[in-house]
């Protein structure tokens, strides 16, 4: 079993930044993909972006990726997303997961709060 851990959320203005991070722990060999996903008060869960765990390869949704940065650090068993130019609308509960190759994402950290004052 994976277990994830976020952190890095907090209180900040608008246009400020923030760099959150995932920790993996357990049987980390088994991830393919892991994931950012958010969820503001109210509204469905949002993807945000994601990334193939032993290769280069990353996908960012439209609606951030001029501002937002998905990395890793695979030895560290880290995942990272650096948010610049923080907006209102981006306060939400931030949740970092992980799949198998085939499946959905089937492990879900217990999330981290980023709240933008403007």
């Known amino acids: 079993q994976v277990q994830l851990v976020e952190s890095g959320g907090r209180l900040v203005q608008a246009g400020g930044s923030l760099k959150l991070s995932c920790a993996a722990s357990?049987?980390?060999?088994?991830?393919?993909?892991m994931a950012w996903f958010r969820q503001a008060l109210g509204k469905e869960r949002e993807f945000v972006a994601a990334?193939?765990?032993?290769?280069?390869?990353?996908v960012v949704a439209d609606s951030v990726k001029d501002r937002f940065t998905i990395s890793k650090n695979t030895a560290a068993n880290t995942m990272y997303l650096q948010m610049n130019n923080l907006r209102a609308e981006d306060t939400a509960v931030y949740y970092c997961?992980?799949?198998?190759?085939?499946?959905?994402?089937?492990?879900w950290g217990q999330g981290t709060q980023v709240t933008v004052s403007s």
């Open positions: 990334t193939i765990w032993n290769v280069e390869r990353t």
């Open positions: 997961a992980a799949r198998h190759r085939t499946g959905d994402y089937a492990v």
């Open positions: 357990g049987r980390t060999f088994n991830i393919y993909r």
